[in-house]
């Protein structure tokens, strides 16, 4: 029963002027029927598409903000299109079951991802990511449809699935607001090292 529910986890591999509380900018629902589940994901964050889609789509350093992930890599790519393998292990009080998946991915960039899983602990997956700008925000849709290689015990019910997806996307939004604040904070130096740049570039007897 630990290790369904774990197969069932792996793949689930901050406005205009207003702020938005983190009550508002997360919600996530889940279907299941028999063994297939569905996921929907609606996340706002106060950056802007690109950011966001940056984070979500920074597979080789994913494993450094994702919770769960061991190691994260882009093991081939053709253009827009990438096949990505991740590995981590998801743990239950004592326990700890490793997984591993293989996805093609492609992407849309600053406006969409897919994902299709060709191997690993997932009998299928199929999800796809949209980002819409929202004001100064951005509007993060993910739909995901995935059949664990096992069967996933009755009692392994939505609520715990949500919880387990809002915190993978808890830790994508941290990242996003986290590079946000770095390049905010380095603004300033740069504007400030151009202008000086400019006097000293300046000929003599310029104004």
């Known amino acids: 029963m630990r290790a369904s529910l774990a ?4 793949a689930l591999s901050p406005c205009l002027a207003l702020a938005i509380t983190p009550e508002q900018d997360l919600s996530v629902h889940t279907d299941r029927g028999g063994d297939t589940l569905h996921i929907t994901v609606d996340m706002r964050v106060a950056v802007k598409p690109r950011r966001a889609w940056e984070v979500m789509t920074d597979f080789d350093r994913m494993a450094g903000f994702v919770p769960n992930l ?8 053709s253009g827009n299109r990438l096949k990505v393998l991740q590995k981590g292990a998801y743990s239950l009080g004592p326990w700890s079951f490793p997984f591993e998946s293989v ?3 492609e992407l849309f960039p600053y ?3 897919t994902s299709h899983a060709t191997s690993g602990t997932m009998k299928s997956m199929d999800s796809v990511t949209y980002f819409e700008a929202d004001g100064q925000n951005t509007r993060v849709n993910y739909n995901s449809t995935l059949i664990p290689a096992q069967s996933i ?4 019910g939505p609520g715990f699935i949500n919880s387990e997806v809002r915190e993978q996307f808890q ?3 941290n990242e996003m607001m986290r590079r946000e604040q770095l390049v ?3 603004s300033p130096q740069i504007t400030a090292v151009s202008k000086r740049t400019q006097r000293r570039a300046k000929p003599l007897g310029a104004a």
Do not use: D, G
């Open 70 to 77: 061991s190691s994260s890599k882009v093991v081939a790519q």
């Open 171 to 173: 830790a994508m939004r």
């Open 111 to 113: 406006a969409k991802v």
């Open 103 to 105: 996805r093609e991915v």
């Open 153 to 156: 015990p009755p009692l392994i």
């Open 184 to 186: 905010k904070r380095s």
């Open 7 to 10: 197969l069932a986890l792996i």
